[in-house]
């Protein structure tokens, strides 16, 4: 789940807002998401291990190329 602060949408947000069309620059969209079995906004509290892992991962979701579909 993502949000939008300056506009406030709430929903999957890729690249660019879809509310909006901002694109994320100097403020940050807020982002959660289940990592290792945590909800996350940062990884700021994350070891490096469980960094590693989260950068390792493969990425399902590609919001850009679900946009496009429509």
């Known amino acids: 789940m993502d949000r939008d602060p300056v506009c406030g949408y709430t929903g999957i947000i890729g690249d660019e807002c879809p509310n909006c069309g ?14 290792t079995g945590y909800l996350v906004g940062t990884l700021d509290r994350f070891n490096d291990a469980k960094k590693a892992e989260e950068r390792d991962r493969i990425k399902h979701f590609n919001a850009s190329e679900q946009m496009e579909q429509l």
Not at 22 to 34: H, K, S, T
Request: proline fraction near 0%; avoid cysteine.
């Open 22 to 35: 901002r694109l994320e620059g100097d403020v940050q969209f807020d982002r959660i998401r289940r990592i």
